[in-house]
Structures are given as C-alpha cells and as structure tokens.
C-alpha cells in the first residue's frame, strides 16, 4: 500500500484529466480537495469519479469498502480558498490556454499555503512562462501525466528556473510515494518526451499509411502485436540494449550504418491533416476498429494497461 | 490448441532467428527439419533451443511431456535437400547478404516440392530482388518476424510481384494458424514498416538525450511507463482513435494545429552513431540499466511479454 509522503492535495480544475487526478490522490489515501469554479462541472466530473470507483468494483480492482474509503475523502469546492485551505500539492489542471494557467497560477500562488507544491498539468506550456514573475515561482512545476494518469504512471516532471533541488525533489518523492513514475526534464522542449516520440511515430505512421505501403491495420498490428510488446516494458535503450547479446554498445557498432541509412530514408515532411487525410485514415481506423465504442476500447486498454503493470510490479525489471 | 494448416516445414539457416523459428513451428505440432550446412553451428542452436524448451518447463509455460514432444517434432540436417524432402513451407534466415540470400533461394527452389511457399526472414532486403528470376518466384515471399519471434506474433508479408492471391493467402493463413500476426505490406520499404517506426523513435530518442533535454533513464521511463504500456494494446491510430471521445476524426481535428507544429519542430538530422554518441547513449543505459545482465533481461522481457500476450487472448481486443 504507498505510503503519500504529503496527506493533503488539491486538483484545480476538472476536465478528463483533472478529474482522473481526484483518483490517482484519493486511492492512496490522500484527502482531496477538489475545486472548479462552475459547478456544473464540478457535479458532472465527481460523478464520472464515483462511477469510474464503481466499474472498478465490478472489475475487481477495489472492494465495495475500499470504494467507499476513497470516495470519502473526496469534496468538491467552488471557491479556490477553501479548496487550497489545507493542501501541500496543488495539481493545476485548467484548459490548456497560456492566459487562463497564468490567472489561476497567480490566485494558486496568493492563497496556497506559503510551503505547498503547486503543479501544471500542462501538455504544451512552459512552466517558467506559467509561473512567470510570481512571488511563489520556485514552488510552481510542471508535473504532465499521460491520459489517464491512474492507469498510466508516467508524469513528466519540469522545474522553474527559480525552483531548487529540494523543492523538486519534494515534488518527485510525493509523485513516486503515490506510484506514480516521475521522469524528469533538465530544460522545456515542445512536446516534452513522450509526445516528441509520440509526433514521430505519428508522422511515420501517417507516411506509410498515405503513401500505401500498407494499410492502417498492418501498421497498427506490427506495434500492439510486436514493436509495442516491448515498449510496455523496456523503452527505446532498454530495447536496443537487449537487441544484441553484447548490449547497446555492440548493437548500435554493428547496425550503425543500417540506421543511418534507415533513418536518412525517412520521410520528414509534416503530414498535412487536410480533411482529405484525416478522412482517409479515420476510414482505415474505423475499419479496423469495427462496431467498438471508444468508451468501451478505452476500458479495455485501462483494463488491460492495469493489468501489464500488475504483472510488472509482480515481476519487476532485474 | 494451434491447429497448422501444413503440417511439415523447414528451418534453413540457424542463426537467432533461425533457432526461434524451430520453436515457433514445432510448438505448434509442425514435424520440423533444421537446415544448417555448418554442422556445429547446427548443433549449437538446436541445443540453444533445448535449452529454451527447459527454461520454459521451469518457467510453467509448458509441461515436462508437452517441452518432450515439441522436441521429438525436430531434426537437424546438413543436407538441404533431405532437410526439404516434405516441407510445404520453408523459413530461411541465412545471414542478410543478397548474394547469400539468393545462392540459397535457387537451391531452394530447385530442391523444394514444387508446390512448398519460400519465406524468408530477411529484415532488409527486398523478395523480389532476393527470388529474381526463379523458376519459382511466384512461390518465394518475405516473412519477417520480430525477435524472438516465439515471443512476438507481429511477421511482415511481402509477396513479389510475380505472387497470386492465393500463393499469398496460403503463407499468411499458415502463419495465423500458428498464432503469429502476418501484417501485410503493398510494396517494398526500406525498414519495412515495424523498423521504420523503430528508426523514427531512435532518432527522436537519440536526439532527446544528445540535446539534453533529458537522460536516458527519463527518456525510456516515458515509454516503459507511459506510451508503451498503450502500444502494447494499439497501435499508432488505435491509440490516436482511444484519444478522444468523438474517436481519431476528432481528435486530429482537435489537435491538427499542435500536431503540424509539433512534427515540424522534431529534429530530422541523422545521429551520427560516432564513438563519442554511442559511448555516451551507452553509459547512460548502463547507468539505467545496473547489474542485470542482457541475457537476464532478454529472458525477463520474453517472460513478461508472454504473459501481455496472455492476458491480451484472455481478454481481446473488443
């Protein structure tokens, strides 16, 4: 069971990915306050929580009385006062709009507890532009999740430039006492990590599918049925360290030529996304995908993503 | 239980891939003779593949009897024609040399059944270059597996231009029904396209940790963490589809102009794979990765990738 090393959070803000953050704290225990100034969406997203409690009963993964535990410690707030008044992490997590993160980062940063971590949820912003000339602007990070973050560990971690070491490391010892991976950043790059990889593999992608050399299900099939197998567990130098029996070193010596080749073979224009592309390939995906829901296709991976990580925590890497 | 649509193949050349194919085929009640001209070379890896067969009794993936009669299905031969005399489908993986490719592509069509499908497992090269001016070209198709292909279902299919329909559909039903994923492509590509997508995020990756934007250890956390864990489950547009609720139309509507921004800012040049980058990209792996040794974390990735495949047929794809 992880043991949070801070008790008391807040989430601000609760679009679908705030509203899984309300999960990710709560589930281990920390009491969470959750805030959005319309109450609509406020109702709206506490209900898709306990509903999200409820299926994972039926699922298996927590007991009626585990459910009920962690709902309890969870209370919605429309004022930002009362829900900052005792949290030492503030996730932020407010549409995704450079002038709406700084307003409520300046009312975060004036009402929080003088010592409370306060996070962006941001998949695209600078936090140093976030937190820009805030008298708290060393307690302010960039703590990024990857949807949904109570399935997915991952959270890419950037600090400000006014943030020191101990501050990070508060931040990323919290992150990792609930079980969540942080990955930290040493400087802001569009996309981060994992969309920067991600853009790649969209790119490659959409060029194999528009240029014909095969269809959206092949290209689909050689990930989840081979390349990706291996990413659940190891990523890129963790795979190609395990491609040779002589690790990295050896596999990059000997096929360093075939990658120079390969990759200067890639195409490296930017897919257009015309409504012409778009249509041709949500064609390909429709066909693929047959009669399943998103909502049920998004359970089954939620599932299954729980799953692999169960057989990791089970089996961890050597 | 796997139910093969030809009973009896052959395994020519014995390197890694070679050896797994001889599991991939006789685990599945194929009787199944190994080819190899070099008579230690032959001998090392059908004790490599014993040795497997107990590491997967010790491991519970099969019984004591089931591990004695995948064995019982295989011979080694250092005479082609003897290794050919009954097969109705051949996998060479001889080293990746056209001209050694194709000396062993006119023997084989020469000495083969006349109606016995030719697959090779090269990763580079393209079929219709290898089988040029065969007799039997029509016969010959590109099958390539991903390592270790008793672990990895994903197989590439490439018929050459002189194939029919049916020629084709007979390798890819043969395939299937020995629980591999044949993933068909419409013309050649250099890399095909499961290494094509691997080139775009080496290159990424490489080019994330040359920059500094982060090290090794936080660049493949974001993976083996993150979007890994969905490409074990979906590929590229499966998870662009998962991403949205209204599905991949609107999501790259929703997110074209992040995309088109977001590509254009990767980095296309070719890592140099100079000494001084592969012993850097390589110290900050070994530095990830510690003590385990490769082939300790080759046997723990088969173990757990095995088990993913396991959990996906228990519970499929909706």
Redesign the interface.
């Known amino acids: 069971m992880p043991n949070p090393t801070i008790k008391n959070v807040a989430v601000v803000g609760t679009g679908i990915i705030g509203r899984s953050w309300i999960y990710v704290f709560s589930r281990v225990g920390c009491q969470t306050k959750v805030y959005d100034k319309d109450r609509s969406q406020l109702e709206k997203n506490i209900t898709w929580f306990h509903e999200t409690l409820r299926q994972d009963v039926l699922d298996g993964f927590s007991t009626p009385q585990e459910a009920e535990d962690i709902r309890s410690r969870v209370s919605g707030h429309t004022d930002l006062k009362g829900a900052l008044s005792e949290a030492m992490y503030i996730q932020e997590s407010v549409p995704e709009r450079l002038e709406i993160k700084k307003a409520i980062f300046a009312e975060m940063d004036r009402l929080a507890h003088s010592s409370a971590i306060i996070a962006s949820s941001s998949s695209?912003l600078d936090i140093n532009e976030i937190a820009a000339g805030l008298p708290g602007m060393h307690r302010c990070i960039l703590a990024h999740p990857?949807?949904p973050p109570y399935?997915?560990?991952?959270v890419?971690i950037l600090p400000t430039r006014k943030a020191s070491a101990e501050q990070t490391a508060r931040a990323v010892d919290f992150l990792k006492s609930i079980g969540q991976?942080p990955?930290?950043?040493?400087?802001y790059?569009?996309?981060f990590?994992?969309?920067?990889?991600?853009?790649?593999?969209?790119?490659?992608?959409i060029h194999?599918?528009e240029?014909?050399?095969?269809?959206?299900q092949?290209?689909?099939?050689?990930?989840?049925?081979?390349?990706?197998?291996?990413?659940?567990?190891?990523?890129?130098?963790?795979v190609?360290?395990?491609?040779?029996?002589?690790?990295?070193?050896e596999y990059?010596?000997r096929f360093?030529d075939?990658?120079?080749?390969?990759?200067?073979?890639?195409n490296?224009a930017?897919?257009s996304?015309s409504p012409d592309m778009?249509?041709r390939?949500?064609k390909?995906?429709?066909a693929?995908?047959g009669k399943?829901s998103?909502?049920?296709?998004?359970r089954?991976?939620d599932?299954?993503?729980r799953?692999?990580?169960a057989?990791?925590e089970k089996?961890p890497?050597?």
Chains 1, 2 share one sequence.
């Not at 240029?211 to 959206?216: L, N």
């Not at 990658?259 to 073979?265: L, Q, S, V």
């Open positions: 695209g990857y949807n399935v997915i560990p991952a890419e991976v990955v930290q950043m040493n400087f790059a569009k996309g990590l994992g969309n920067r990889i991600q853009y790649a593999i969209v790119r490659e992608a194999l599918a240029s014909g050399i095969a269809d959206v092949a290209i689909d099939d050689v990930m989840c049925h081979g390349l990706g197998l291996r990413y659940a567990l190891l990523g890129n130098f963790g190609n360290n395990t491609n040779a029996d002589g690790g990295i070193r990059y010596n360093k075939a990658y120079r080749e390969g990759i200067g073979d890639l490296c930017v897919p996304f778009i249509d390939v949500a390909g995906t429709e693929m995908v399943a998103v909502k049920e296709l998004c089954w991976r599932r299954l993503i799953k692999i990580c057989l990791k089996d890497h050597p």
